[in-house]
Every structure is written in structure tokens, then in C-alpha cells.
């Protein structure tokens, strides 16, 4: 229950939201919304000691049993590091944004968005079934689509909320398709028992495909080149939406994804090589663009995205250590993820402090671009020391944690590189790979702090004097600036109380031979990893300085590309395609949409006919009596004389006739009900017809080419005489029981001696409900059409 | 052109409270005798749809001040949530229940809940239909 209740109180409290709003107003209503992070932050922080223990808190109800979906919520240690930041940066986030988001704004669907945002990650992290997994996974697509798109009435958020909700939810959708692999193999889609058979599931056909699919899902969403691109477009949001969905919480779902399915697929050497080379590569290119910005939140968009190449990379090292070929101690090789999580952690700390410097940046001086910065130091001592802090921290210098996790990463790398028992070569490569990006890390640290507050001071082209933020502003940065110190001095608390758990889910069998929390140390020795940190900072440096020099490169291919072009050239071709598709058939004459109505009709049940040889009349039923034989000719006269008839009135007339004259066989076969209904719905329909006559066109004869008249009047005859055949062959096929002796009982079963209403209301009533609501559909369709349709004179809203 | 619709007026005046009456009829007879709330609405809306052709829409509104389409929404909104009742007593969803009680005045009466869902199918033909009807022929 515990469990459940911390997915759905951010859901509870957002449908709470509006009213609340209305009572409290603008002002307070961020205290609200702040509430809720906070007090789930608190409850998860109690429960760390039992996680710590290997306990694991789970609930589940009963969803769909008949699908094997269940509301299954499982905290164990793995998804408490990523609800720890989703609440506790969350509680952070909305502490800024009350002082950051201006009251004109749209506050209350601001925060009902975060909220559904925070409610639909924590799902994610909770989840132990698969498809609740999965719809809150997409959840978290749509509520950041919403975020990005806040400011809607901009282009560029309306095209960044496009392309983050398109690239993440292909990805999503390939993950779902990965799912239902696991499950077609494992037959559940609880996630703790499918990691449970991971000893079953080696070797199966589809367990590569899965992996892939599953990847793909991790890889947009955690912004893994080349589906980085949606990332840049998406700092659009605004800055506390950047800083919470972007850089500490939804872009890390895809790492949580990959560190759940470790246990399974880990050890596997494809897993190996994709997440390494995956990483890696965005690792270098997220760093190498990132140095070219000039926006600032851009810059912080592309360190991210180098960052998660990081984690990325550093979850393939450790996935090693499952490996049963790897030589040596496979505690070595886990230690890589150990220092994933820790990155990770780390990430969230100095990354959400820049995003909030860069936002107080923006919100005092009214931009962000740093060729019109400079000199702020002097203006904005305490939100530049922030900047020291964090950017310091992000270029892995002491004494932040950022050095911690760097030095961890460098000697990941080194030891990967040296005994990584699959074949390949390419791992060579990694820790020159890892320390090139970190000497771009450190050069684009360097430009933040540099272009930013030192240098020379630019007053001509900044519209406002600077002067510091307001203290409330800067309270949540300086609980970030103050973690990231702390961490410096204290890693080892972190270590076994939040990595230690996360690691014991990731490497079951492992943490339990071993211990897998190594003791990190701020100084340890002249090795390899701290030489590395001393070339990064000396290079660095020399790049910084040579900065302008150097900087034509990335006007040379292959450094001036980016994967923009390819998603925009597929985005118009896929409109072009559906243009020329739609134009094919939609040619505005309801003639021909019967046509291809009747085409589709004729050609599918007509041929399933054919080809099944199913076709049987029947013609022993029942004696045919002089009544039926009479209106039947009555039927026919109508039908036939409609085509020839000169005016509309008349055509709607003999139209009334075949609708009575249904009415009249439904008498004829005792069917009361059916009777009644159509012989209201013809009077219904004769009404619409009149008032409809004034619009329609001239009844005017046919015009249209003999080829036309001929196929026409094929498709029409067929059509008639498939409806005939199809109800002979009906009346004599007895294939499967009749089930209507169920619905004889009906007086006993729903009280009711009327079976046909017992059928609708009763038995059938999923149907008659879904009708109901697709007739309310149909009505509020035609209201619309006629109520919005532009007025005669005004624009032509279709383009035409 | 004026018509002169003297007698459709007055036989209306009175035709449509035998429709109204018919269509309540139909809608309450629907459990045990042909009837129900589809059709019951349905002629609760022609008797409505032969005002609004023989007086102008701004009469009947003045007699029938709804808003037709918030009839249609709360009666899929009804039929809707008439499930749910089930669906909290852990029944599968839309189980009807119906029992047998000894009311004053009526005697022994049976009472299902499947007349609410039903309720909810009868506004929303109502609605829908008025709706239709009218949204044409305001575009006129």
C-alpha cells in the first residue's frame, strides 16, 4: 500500500491541483506543488536503512488479470537512487520555479504537468510490470512534451516538444515491442521474475532482438547518439523544466532501463559492445559540440548529453563482471558500475546547479548567450561562486565530487581496456576516447565560468544593470553547491547507503559473494587516473587559451555535422508520402468513398467466400408467405425506381419506403424491439433528410463516363448480391453452438424478461456503453463541423 | 412564405404529450416488454425534434431551456460511471445488480440498476439527436 501510494500521490495531488489553485492562489500554490516531493523524499529517505538491509518493499494489485498485467510496485535499491533524485531534485525544482516562473504565467498548468511528470517517473522506477513500466514510461514522453511545449506560442518549443516526442516515443514504442518479446519467451511480465530466469533465457532466438528493441528505448531516451538531437531542441522548456526532466530525472530512464536489465542481459557480449560503443561515442561527441555553443543552456544540453554517454559507457564496462568468460575478479569489473551510479548522483547535483546558475543568469540579465556576457562576477558574487562550484565539480576537480567519479571513470576505462575477455579491439580506444572528452569537459567548464563572470564586462549589450537574485532564488543552487561538496568528504555515506543497494539489484548473485562498494578515496596515490586528471587540466587549459585558433574546425566536415538534417529530411518525407497517400484517395466525392467502401466489402468477405468455399445457401428454412413475398416486391419497386426518379423529394420518399418496409419484416419475424427502433429512426431520419434538403445539391442527372456508370453499377450489383449470398449462406451454417440458450435465462441471470435489453444492458453492456460514447462522439462531430466551419468569406481553413 | 400551419399546431400541442408519455413508457416498460432506453429516447427526441419543426427553435428554448449537449455528455458520463459501482464491489465492470423490494404504494417492485445505465443511454440518444438536429438546422 506504502508502495502505491508514493507512485499516486503526485497523480492524487495534481487532479487536486485546479481547485486547490483557485483557493490559494498564484502565489502559494508553488508551496503546494513543493509539498509533495518533499514529503515523498522524507518517506523513501526513512525507508534507506531496511533497502540497505536487502529488504525490498513491493505491492501489487490485480489490473488486467487476464493480460498478466498487474499494479506491481517494487522500491528496491536500484529504483530508490533514481526516486531519490526524481523527489529529492524535484522538491529543489519547484523551490526555484516558485521564484523563477513569473505569475502571468500559466502556473496551474505548469505544475500540474510537473506533477504528472513526477508521479509517471516515479511509475517508472517502481514498476515491476512490465507494461505498467511501459505506460508510464510514455507518460513521462508526453508530460515532458507538455513541459517543452509550455511556452507554446514560440516555434522553436512547439518544434522541440515535436521532436522529443517523436524521436523518445519510437523509441518507446520499440522498447514496448522488446517487452512483449520477454514475455513471449517468459511467458510473465513481472520484471523480478523474468530476471529470475536468466539462466533459461540464454541462448533463446529472441533474446538478442529483445535486447535491441529494448536498447533502442533506452537509447532516445537517454539521449545516446544519434538520437541526441531532440535534447538541444528541448532546452525550450523552461529552465526548471531543463533542470529537472533534462538533466537530472527523465533523461536518466534509459540508464535506469539498462541497469534493470543488466541482470539479465548482462554478460552477454553484444550488451558489452553496444553500451560501450554507444556511450563512448557520445561521450566525445556530446563534449566536442558542446564546446561550440554559444547559448548557455545549449552548452549545458550537449555536457548532458556527453555526461549520459558516460553513464552509459561505464554500465557496458561493468556488465563484465557477468560475463562468465572474464578473466580475474569480476569485482573489479563491477566497481565500473558502481562508479555509474555514482556519476550519476553526481550529475544530478552539479548539472541541476549550473542549469539553475544559468536560469538566474538569464532571468537577471535577460540572456544567455555568452557573447553578450561577461564581467558578472563582481555583479553576482554568490551565484558565481555557484558556477565555480558546479562547473568545477562537472570538470572533475577537487575538492568536488565530480573529481570522485571522474577518477572512477578514468580507471573504469583503463581496467576495461586491459582484460575485457570478448573479442574486439575496439576497447582500447576507451580510456584515449574518455580522456579527450574530459579535456573538452574541462575546456567547456572553463568557457562557462570565463564567458560568463570573468573576462570583460559587456554592458552595451545587455539591456538590464545586473545585480544578484533574490535569496529565495538561490537557496535551492546552494543545497546543490553544498551536496557537492559534502559528497567531496563524505562519499563513503553514499556509497553504502544508496550505490550499495542499487548494486546488489544489478549484480544479485555477485553482491552476495563479494562486497561490491568500494571504499572511494579522494587521494589515492600517484596512479594512472590521477596522471590522466593532471593532462586534462594541462590540456585543457592550452585548448582554452587557443580556443579562437582552433575554432574554425568545426566548420570542416565531419565536425560541423549534426543529425539534425537527417530527422528533419525524414520528417518531410514522411508528410510528402502522406500528402500524396491521402490525395490518392480522398477526392471529395462521397460517390466514390462508397465505391471503395463496397470495393473493400466485395474484395475481403466476398473472396474469403470464394476462397473457403463457404458459400452454402440455404433455402430449406421456413415457409415464405404471401406477406414477405408481397413487400419484398415493394422493396424491389423502390429500390429500382429511386434511380429513376427526377427529384430529390421523391428519392427520399421511396428511401422512407425500404426503411418502413423493415420495419415491417422485423413484425413479420417477431422482432418487437427492432421494429419499434427502426421505425423511429426512419421517422428520425426523414426529419434530417428534410432539414438537410436545403444544402444539398441539384438533383441533376448522372454526367460521370460510361467506364465510370459500368464499374459503378458492378461494384453496386456485387455488393447486392454478396449481401444476399452472405445471408443464405448464414442461415445454413451451424458451426458453433448457438449461444443463445445462455441468453434464455435471462430472467433468472439479470431479472429481466426482455432478452433483447438484457443482452444490451446486461450481458453485452461493454458494447452498449462503448456505443453510447461513440454515438456522444458522433454528435459532438457534426455540432463541430457545422458550428466551427469558417463563414462564407472568411479563410478557407482546409488550404484549398 | 407564410404557411398556415393552424392544424399541425394545435393536434401538435397535444400529440406530444402522448409521445412524451409513450417514450417514458417505452423507456420504463423496457426491463420485461419491448422498449428500453435507446429507443424510449429516441422517441422522447422525435416528440422534442416535431416542436422544434412546428414552433421556432427560440420557443421550444423558452419551454426547454437545456443545453442539449451537456444532456448528451452527462448521459455517456452516467452510463459510463454506472459500471464503476461494480467495478468498486470487485464484480467485473458494468455487473448489473436487480432485487426485489416491498415499496409502499407500488408493492412488490423489482429495482435493477441496469435502469440507470440505461437512464444514461436514453440522455445521450436524446442529446445527440437534438443536437444534431438543431446544429443543421441553425446553419440554415
Given at each position: 500500500m506504502y508502495a502505491v501510494f508514493v507512485i499516486f500521490l503526485p497523480f492524487i495531488m495534481a487532479a487536486l491541483l485546479p481547485p486547490v489553485h483557485r483557493l490559494i492562489g498564484d502565489r502559494l500554490i508553488g508551496w503546494y506543488v513543493m509539498a509533495v516531493p518533499l514529503i515523498l523524499f522524507?518517506?523513501?529517505?526513512?525507508?534507506?536503512?531496511?533497502?540497505?538491509?536487502?529488504?525490498?518493499?513491493?505491492?501489487?494489485?490485480?489490473?488486467?488479470?487476464?493480460?498478466?498485467?498487474?499494479?506491481?510496485?517494487?522500491?528496491?535499491?536500484?529504483?530508490?537512487?533514481?526516486?531519490?533524485?526524481?523527489?529529492?531534485?524535484?522538491?529543489?525544482?519547484?523551490?526555484?520555479?516558485?521564484?523563477?516562473?513569473?505569475?502571468?504565467?500559466?502556473?496551474?498548468h505548469f505544475y500540474v504537468y510537473l506533477l504528472l511528470f513526477m508521479g509517471a517517473m516515479l511509475g517508472v522506477v517502481f514498476s515491476d510490470n512490465l507494461m505498467l513500466l511501459y505506460t508510464f514510461w510514455e507518460l513521462t514522453s508526453i508530460s515532458s512534451f507538455l513541459l517543452i511545449a509550455f511556452w507554446y506560442h514560440r516555434k522553436g518549443s512547439r518544434y522541440g516538444a515535436q521532436k522529443a516526442m517523436l524521436i523518445t516515443v519510437m523509441g518507446g514504442v520499440s522498447m514496448l515491442a522488446g517487452f512483449l518479446m520477454l514475455y513471449f519467451m517468459t511467458g510473465?511480465?513481472?520484471?523480478?521474475?523474468?530476471?529470475?530466469?536468466?539462466?533459461?533465457?540464454?541462448?533463446?532466438?529472441?533474446?538478442?532482438?529483445?535486447?535491441?528493441?529494448?536498447?533502442?528505448?533506452?537509447?532516445?531516451?537517454?539521449?545516446?547518439?544519434?538520437?541526441?538531437?531532440?535534447?538541444?531542441?528541448?532546452?525550450?522548456?523552461?529552465?526548471?523544466?531543463?533542470?529537472?526532466?533534462?538533466?537530472?530525472?527523465?533523461?536518466?530512464?534509459?540508464?535506469?532501463?539498462?541497469?534493470?536489465?543488466?541482470?539479465?542481459?548482462?554478460?552477454?557480449?553484444?550488451?558489452?559492445?553496444?553500451?560501450?560503443?554507444?556511450?563512448?561515442?557520445?561521450?566525445?561527441?556530446?563534449?566536442?559540440?558542446?564546446?561550440?555553443?554559444?547559448?548557455?543552456k545549449a552548452l549545458l544540453a550537449y555536457s548532458t548529453i556527453s555526461q549520459l554517454g558516460l553513464i552509459m559507457s561505464l554500465l557496458g564496462f561493468g556488465s563484465v563482471a557477468l560475463s562468465e568468460s572474464a578473466a580475474g575478479d569480476p569485482t573489479a569489473y563491477a566497481a565500473a558500475g558502481f562508479a555509474a551510479f555514482f556519476y550519476l548522483l553526481n550529475h544530478s547535483t552539479f548539472k541541476g546547479l549550473l542549469f539553475m546558475v544559468v536560469g538566474i543568469v538569464d532571468h537577471e540579465i535577460g540572456t544567455r548567450d555568452i557573447r553578450r556576457l561577461g564581467g558578472l562576477m563582481s555583479f553576482m558574487p554568490v551565484t558565481f561562486t555557484f558556477a565555480v562550484i558546479g562547473s568545477f565539480s562537472m570538470a572533475g576537480l577537487p575538492p568536488f565530487n565530480g573529481f570522485l567519479s571522474k577518477e572512477m571513470f578514468f580507471g573504469a576505462a583503463v581496467d576495461v581496456a586491459s582484460g575485457q575477455?570478448?573479442?574486439?579491439?575496439?576497447?582500447?580506444?576507451?580510456?584515449?576516447?574518455?580522456?579527450?572528452?574530459?579535456?573538452?569537459?574541462?575546456?567547456?567548464?572553463?568557457?562557462?565560468?570565463?564567458?560568463?563572470?570573468?573576462?570583460?564586462?559587456?554592458?552595451?549589450?545587455?539591456?538590464?544593470?545586473?545585480?544578484?537574485?533574490?535569496?529565495?532564488?538561490?537557496?535551492?543552487?546552494?543545497?546543490?553547491?553544498?551536496?557537492?561538496?559534502?559528497?567531496?568528504?563524505?562519499?563513503?555515506?553514499?556509497?553504502?547507503?544508496?550505490?550499495g543497494p542499487?548494486?546488489?539489484?544489478?549484480?544479485?548473485?555477485?553482491?552476495?559473494?563479494?562486497?561490491?562498494?568500494?571504499?572511494?578515496?579522494?587521494?589515492?596515490?600517484?596512479?594512472?587516473?590521477?596522471?590522466?586528471?593532471?593532462?586534462?587540466?594541462?590540456?585543457?587549459?592550452?585548448?582554452?587559451?587557443?580556443?579562437?585558433?582552433?575554432?574554425?574546425?568545426?566548420?570542416v566536415a565531419p565536425f560541423r555535422w549534426t543529425m539534425d538534417s537527417i530527422y528533419r529530411s525524414m520528417l518531410g518525407a514522411g508528410e510528402a508520402g502522406s500528402t500524396i497517400l491521402t490525395d490518392l484517395y480522398m477526392t471529395g466525392r462521397s460517390r466514390d468513398y462508397f465505391a471503395f467502401i463496397y470495393l473493400f466489402f466485395l474484395v475481403t468477405v466476398g473472396g474469403m467466400l470464394f476462397l473457403t468455399g463457404a458459400f452454402d445457401p440455404d433455402f430449406t428454412?421456413?415457409?415464405?408467405?404471401?406477406?414477405?413475398?408481397?413487400?419484398?416486391?415493394?422493396?424491389?419497386?423502390?429500390a429500382i425506381a429511386m434511380l429513376f426518379v427526377r427529384s430529390r423529394i421523391t428519392a427520399t420518399l421511396l428511401n422512407g419506403v425500404l426503411g418502413y418496409s423493415v420495419a415491417i419484416f422485423f413484425v413479420f419475424f417477431r422482432a418487437p424491439d427492432l421494429a419499434l427502433t427502426q421505425t423511429v429512426i426512419e421517422t428520425v431520419t426523414t426529419v434530417l433528410f428534410l432539414l438537410c434538403f436545403h444544402f444539398l445539391p441539384e438533383w441533376?442527372?448522372?454526367?460521370?463516363?460510361?467506364?465510370?456508370?459500368?464499374?459503378?453499377?458492378?461494384?453496386?450489383?456485387?455488393?447486392?448480391?454478396?449481401?444476399?449470398?452472405?445471408?443464405?449462406?448464414?442461415?445454413?451454417?451451424?458451426?458453433?453452438?448457438?449461444?443463445?440458450?445462455?441468453?434464455?435465462?435471462?430472467?433468472?441471470?439479470?431479472?429481466?424478461?426482455?432478452?433483447?435489453?438484457?443482452?444490451?444492458?446486461?450481458?453485452?453492456a461493454f458494447d452498449t456503453m462503448l456505443e453510447v460514447v461513440v454515438l456522444f462522439i458522433a454528435g459532438i462531430g457534426v455540432y463541430t463541423l457545422i458550428a466551427l466551419k469558417p463563414k462564407k468569406g472568411g479563410d478557407d481553413v482546409e488550404g484549398k | 412564405m407564410k404557411e398556415n400551419d393552424v392544424i399541425l399546431r394545435t393536434v401538435t400541442r397535444a400529440v406530444v404529450f402522448i409521445i412524451l408519455t409513450f417514450g417514458v413508457e417505452l423507456f420504463l416498460s423496457g426491463h420485461h416488454n419491448p422498449g428500453g432506453g435507446f429507443v424510449g429516447g429516441l422517441v422522447l427526441s422525435s416528440a422534442l425534434v416535431l416542436l422544434y419543426v412546428v414552433f421556432d427553435i427560440e420557443t421550444v428554448h423558452q419551454g426547454v431551456p437545456f443545453d442539449f449537449r451537456k444532456i448528451a455528455a452527462f448521459g455517456a458520463v452516467i452510463s459510463l460511471l454506472s459500471g464503476t459501482g461494480a467495478a468498486v464491489l470487485g464484480k467485473p465492470f458494468l455487473t448489473q445488480g436487480f432485487g426485489y423490494f416491498d415499496l409502499p404504494i407500488f408493492g412488490l417492485t423489482e429495482l435493477a440498476t441496469v435502469t440507470i445505465f440505461e437512464a444514461g443511454v436514453a440522455l445521450t440518444v436524446i442529446g445527440t439527436v437534438v443536437t444534431i438536429i438543431l446544429s443543421i438546422s441553425k446553419d440554415v
Open positions: 522524507a518517506a523513501l529517505v526513512r525507508l534507506i536503512p531496511r533497502i540497505a538491509d536487502g529488504e525490498i518493499v513491493s505491492a501489487s494489485y490485480a489490473w488486467i488479470p487476464d493480460a498478466g498485467i498487474d499494479l506491481a510496485v517494487r522500491i528496491d535499491g536500484l529504483g530508490m537512487i533514481f526516486a531519490l533524485l526524481i523527489t529529492g531534485v524535484g522538491t529543489l525544482v519547484a523551490l526555484y520555479s516558485i521564484y523563477y516562473l513569473s505569475p502571468r504565467e500559466s502556473l496551474g510473465t511480465f513481472s520484471i523480478s521474475e523474468i530476471i529470475g530466469m536468466r539462466e533459461s533465457l540464454s541462448g533463446a532466438p529472441l533474446l538478442i532482438p529483445a535486447m535491441v528493441l529494448i536498447l533502442l528505448g533506452a537509447f532516445t531516451k537517454s539521449v545516446q547518439f544519434p538520437f541526441h538531437i531532440w535534447l538541444p531542441d528541448a532546452m525550450e522548456a523552461p529552465t526548471p523544466v531543463s533542470a529537472y526532466l533534462h538533466s537530472a530525472t527523465m533523461v536518466k530512464a534509459g540508464i535506469y532501463l539498462v541497469a534493470l536489465f543488466t541482470p539479465l542481459f548482462g554478460g552477454l557480449e553484444s550488451w558489452f559492445w553496444s553500451l560501450s560503443i554507444a556511450g563512448i561515442v557520445t561521450l566525445l561527441w556530446g563534449a566536442f559540440n558542446a564546446m561550440k555553443q554559444n547559448d548557455l575477455p570478448f573479442a574486439g579491439g575496439a576497447e582500447v580506444l576507451f580510456p584515449v576516447v574518455g580522456w579527450l572528452a574530459s579535456v573538452f569537459t574541462f575546456v567547456y567548464c572553463t568557457i562557462i565560468v570565463y564567458r560568463t563572470f570573468l573576462g570583460p564586462s559587456q554592458p552595451e549589450k545587455i539591456d538590464r544593470v545586473p545585480h544578484e537574485a533574490p535569496k529565495g532564488m538561490l537557496v535551492a543552487p546552494g543545497i546543490l553547491a553544498a551536496l557537492v561538496i559534502v559528497i567531496f568528504f563524505f562519499p563513503n555515506v553514499v556509497g553504502k547507503y544508496v550505490i542499487a548494486m546488489s539489484v544489478m549484480f544479485p548473485e555477485l553482491s552476495r559473494q563479494a562486497d561490491l562498494v568500494p571504499k572511494i578515496e579522494a587521494w589515492h596515490g600517484f596512479n594512472l587516473p590521477l596522471l590522466m586528471t593532471f593532462g586534462v587540466i594541462a590540456l585543457g587549459l592550452l585548448l582554452f587559451i587557443t580556443f579562437r585558433h582552433w575554432k574554425k574546425v568545426y566548420r428454412r421456413g415457409p415464405v408467405g404471401i406477406f414477405e413475398i408481397s413487400f419484398v416486391i415493394i422493396m424491389a419497386f423502390a441533376k442527372p448522372e454526367d460521370s463516363p460510361l467506364r465510370t456508370k459500368v464499374v459503378n453499377g458492378i461494384i453496386a450489383v456485387g455488393a447486392g448480391t454478396l449481401v444476399t449470398a452472405f445471408g443464405l449462406t448464414v442461415q445454413g451454417y451451424d458451426v458453433y453452438e448457438s449461444i443463445s440458450g445462455y441468453f434464455e435465462d435471462s430472467y433468472k441471470l439479470a431479472g429481466g424478461s426482455n432478452i433483447v435489453n438484457a443482452i444490451l444492458g446486461d450481458f453485452r | -
